[in-house]
Nanobody, 127 residues
Framework: QVQLVESGGGAVQIGETLRLSCVAS????????LGWFRQAPGKEREIVAA????????YYADSVKGRFTISRDNYKNTVYLQMDNLKPEDTAVYYC????????????????????WGQGTQVTVPS
């Protein structure tokens, strides 16, 4: 049974930092592309960042470039999202997601391309 468990969310002030973690089990983590998505109230789920299983391919949404960093530790079956300089518009539930096995530099940015999802963690940045 595949499980993805996010942690690290919370409420912070504008300009502060959070680091999200997502631990995976029950899948071939070292061959899965991974992504972080977010969904704000009344909006569709959107891609934030994605990383290939080799770590050699990385994607960021324009809205987070230069502020967020995605990384993965294949020994710990964990993917991270470092979020710096947080803004009110970053307020959302953040989800990690994983694909079935992919080529080493493969990325996915569409929700429909991901096979497994975590339960989400809330990030709140009051204005």
């Amino acid at each position: 049974q595949v499980q993805l468990v996010e942690s690290g969310g919370g409420a912070v002030q504008i300009g502060e930092t959070l680091r999200l973690s997502c631990v995976a089990s029950g899948l071939t983590f070292t061959r899965s592309a991974l992504g972080w998505f977010r969904q704000a109230p009344g909006k569709e789920r959107e891609i934030v960042a994605a990383i290939a299983w080799s770590g050699g391919g990385i994607y960021y949404a324009d809205s987070v470039k230069g502020r967020f960093t995605i990384s993965r530790d294949n020994y710990k079956n964990t993917v991270y999202l470092q979020m710096d300089n947080l803004k009110p518009e970053d307020t959302a539930v953040y989800y990690c997601a994983a694909t079935a096995p992919t080529p080493p530099f493969w990325l996915e940015v569409d929700t429909t391309s991901y096979n497994y999802w975590g339960q989400g963690t809330q990030v709140t940045v009051p204005s």
